[in-house]
């Protein structure tokens, strides 16, 4: 019996990893819920194998193309995506997999008759978050399906932030934009606040070179683990 293979992935933020690459080679399809943060990324993964993809809350201008919502029916399989569950609109009549992000966890449910699949992200690793994506393998002429979730975690390390937990890190970002707006410089920001100056400059970056972008917006666009000591 013939097994189908799709990448399901989410929140790429600017890094598609060589392992997720290497992934997706061995699919027919890729599955992407948003926050690609760039064109760059998808354009790579279309390289790889077709691409249906949403519109995530990071991807701007480029991604005007790309629909906040997308129905598709692969291998016999309706599958509905979103970015965010919580935008959830759709009559879901008839639907056997929602595909959705933005929380970069893994999860993976049963609901109604549905099968609720967040991949989580396998791009920039958030604190201690794990790095995942998954793999929809569905048998050919049949409807039997299953998930697999990929876990790249061990590919990465990292350590928390000094001064930063995973709990006040929207605030201190919050903080500094503030003292940033102030006219304050880096060293002195880092200084007063007890973190360091490379989360700083990195918060500073973002707000730069990303017009208009919130706290939440820095926090969703921050490899946190690009601070730190990292293997691939």
């Not at 598709?72 to 992000?101: A, C, E, P």
């Not at 099968?115 to 992200?121: A, D, E, I, K, V």
Request: one cysteine or more; a neutral charge; proline letters at 3%.
């Amino acid at each position: 019996m013939e097994i189908h293979k799709i990448a399901v992935l989410s929140d790429t933020h600017g890094l598609l990893r060589p392992e997720v690459t290497k992934l997706a080679q061995s699919c027919e399809i890729i599955l992407h819920a948003g926050d690609f943060d760039n064109q760059k990324v998808l354009e790579e993964l279309k390289a790889v194998a077709p691409v249906y993809a949403v519109r995530g809350n990071n991807d701007r201008g480029w991604a005007a193309n790309l629909g906040k919502e997308l129905e598709i029916t692969l291998f016999g399989l309706r599958i509905y995506m979103v970015h965010n569950i919580k935008h959830l609109q759709k009559d879901l009549s008839g639907i056997d997999i929602i595909v959705y992000g933005h929380s970069h966890k893994y999860e993976e449910r049963r609901d109604g008759g549905i099968c609720y699949l967040n991949p989580g992200s396998c791009g920039p690793r958030r604190f201690r978050l794990p790095v995942t994506m998954a793999v929809l393998e569905v048998e050919e002429g049949e409807r039997v399906w299953q998930f697999r979730k990929i876990d790249l975690t061990e590919h990465t390390e990292s350590r928390p932030v000094r001064g930063v937990t995973e709990g006040s890190l929207k605030s201190t970002v919050e903080i500094i934009l503030r003292e940033m707006r102030a006219g304050h410089k880096v060293d002195w920001i880092a200084k007063k606040l007890g973190v360091e100056c490379a989360f700083v400059e990195q918060v500073c970056r973002i707000y730069v070179t990303h017009p208009g972008v919130d706290a939440q917006g820095i926090v969703d666009k921050m490899e946190v683990s690009a601070l730190f000591e990292r293997t691939f």
